[in-house]
């Protein structure tokens, strides 16, 4: 069975087409600079690397040229769309109501579409990715695998907020968190390449792409994660700011006369890196470019974004009382040894860690990045969303189920 998996970042667009018999990946890709001048489409077909430079102006363009990639004559590896079973779309906040993957139909739809605006640089995205595969590949059978389902094993000291308690009941108010299926396979990972059961592990899994977030993986469930009722919490990340103090939102509001939608447009997509670089950069690349050739705005911006890392895991060693493992991922965790080297040198030594300076020159390996005399372990694990997604599309796609199996 082939299945195609779309993966819609809030920048990006990654696709697999994946052989599920074999588990092999026929084509994968990533559309990068979605709505930014510059985009680039770096498709892979087995060893093969082409390269497409061509302005996409949203996600719909972007599934097009992605699509018509697969079925191209010669960077292709299918000569019609029906060779496609399925497609697993990533969809970042399912809400209280999907603890697992479901097969789309509309109602589903509505449901994904209904918590759009919990999820605002993100489930729109993905939601034109939906309805532009249903388009463009109409037979083939949908599903939706949800960043928010893994953190659902949360406990409600991990996931209740402090305020009066009717917002939960009234509107589920509480902390979701996101990127589950990245912080699910990484540590599924990180167990094996340690090469101990899960369920004796304390990992802690740190995910700094463009978004950013930090789970605390207790025994093979997430206890803690920095994202909460949005993405928009936690870590700082490219666009957005992560924690802030609440009051300064009706600060703003009052003082620059800014609306609500307003503020949460301002806190998600000019603040963060983007923010503190006085609107220069969201690109860790250029950011970090800057902070090594002395730029002093840069430097700061990066000193922060490390900081507040490193606060997360004194966090998540507290809540898990204690830590076995702690595993770099994602656009930023995978590829730069310059972020790693910061955050564990400058404040994981109390933890005994230590790092292998030489291994941790790498970009996306999957390797122990501590010495073997390390107290505990640090890791690059690149993650692999699309392989995750694509194992759930075929089981429910081969055990037939359908949504009202799952909830
Ligand atoms: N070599 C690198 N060094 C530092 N950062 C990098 C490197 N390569 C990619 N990144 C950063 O990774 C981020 C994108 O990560 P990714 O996980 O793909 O994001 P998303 O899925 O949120 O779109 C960007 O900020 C980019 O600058
Ligand atoms: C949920 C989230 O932040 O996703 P991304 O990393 O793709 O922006
Ligand atoms: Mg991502």
């Not at 999820?119 to 388009?135: D, F, S, V």
């Not at 081969?398 to 799952?406: D, G, Q, T, V």
Request: aromatic share 8%; with cysteine; proline share 3%.
């Amino acid at each position: 069975m082939k299945v195609l998996v779309i993966n819609c970042g809030s920048s990006s667009i990654k696709y697999q087409l994946l052989e599920m018999d074999n588990e092999t990946v026929l084509a994968k890709g990533l559309l990068e600079r979605i709505g930014i001048s510059g985009s680039k489409l770096k498709h892979k077909k087995g060893s093969e690397k082409y390269e497409i430079s061509k302005d996409v102006a949203n996600h719909k363009e972007g599934l097009n040229l992605i699509i018509s990639t697969l079925k191209d004559e010669e960077l292709g590896v299918i000569k019609d769309t029906s060779e496609i079973s399925a497609v697993g779309h990533r969809v970042v906040h399912g809400g209280e109501l999907f603890a697992s993957s479901v097969r789309i139909n509309e109602r589903v739809l509505k449901e994904i579409e209904a918590n759009a605006f919990l999820a605002p640089l993100h489930n729109p995205p993905n939601i034109q990715g939906i309805k532009a595969t249903i388009e463009l590949l109409p037979d083939a059978a949908q599903v939706a695998v949800f960043d928010t389902a893994f953190h659902q094993s949360m406990d409600p000291i991990a996931y209740l907020y402090a305020i009066p308690y009717n917002y939960y009941e009234k509107y589920k108010v509480r902390r979701y968190g996101f990127h589950g299926t990245s912080h699910r396979y990484v540590s599924a990972r990180t167990a094996a390449l340690l090469g101990k059961p899960i369920e004796e592990l304390k990992i802690i899994t740190v995910h700094v792409g463009n978004g950013a977030s930090i789970a605390a993986v207790k025994y093979g469930k997430s206890v803690d994660t920095s994202m909460g009722f949005t993405p928009l919490e936690g870590l700082v990340m490219g666009t957005r700011s992560g924690d802030i103090d609440p009051a300064i939102v009706p600060f703003l509001q009052e003082q620059e006369g800014l609306s609500p939608k307003e503020v949460t447009e301002i806190l998600n997509k000019k603040s963060g890196m983007l923010g503190l670089t006085r609107g220069q950069y969201s690109d860790m690349r250029e950011i970090e470019d800057g902070a090594i050739a002395g730029d002093s705005i840069c430097k700061l911006a990066h000193d922060i974004y490390e900081y507040r890392i490193a606060k997360y895991i004194g966090a998540y060693v507290a809540a898990m009382n204690g830590v076995d493992a702690i595993s770099f991922t994602a656009g930023v965790g995978e590829n730069s040894p310059y972020l790693r080297k910061n955050v564990v040198n400058k404040y994981l030594g109390y933890l005994g860690i230590e790092l292998d300076e030489k291994e941790n020159d790498c970009k996306a390996c999957e390797k122990f990045i501590s010495t073997p005399d390390s107290a505990v372990k640090v890791l690059i694990v690149p993650t692999n969303e699309e392989l995750v997604i694509a194992r759930d599309t075929a089981e429910i796609v081969e055990k037939n189920l359908n949504e009202l199996n799952l909830w």
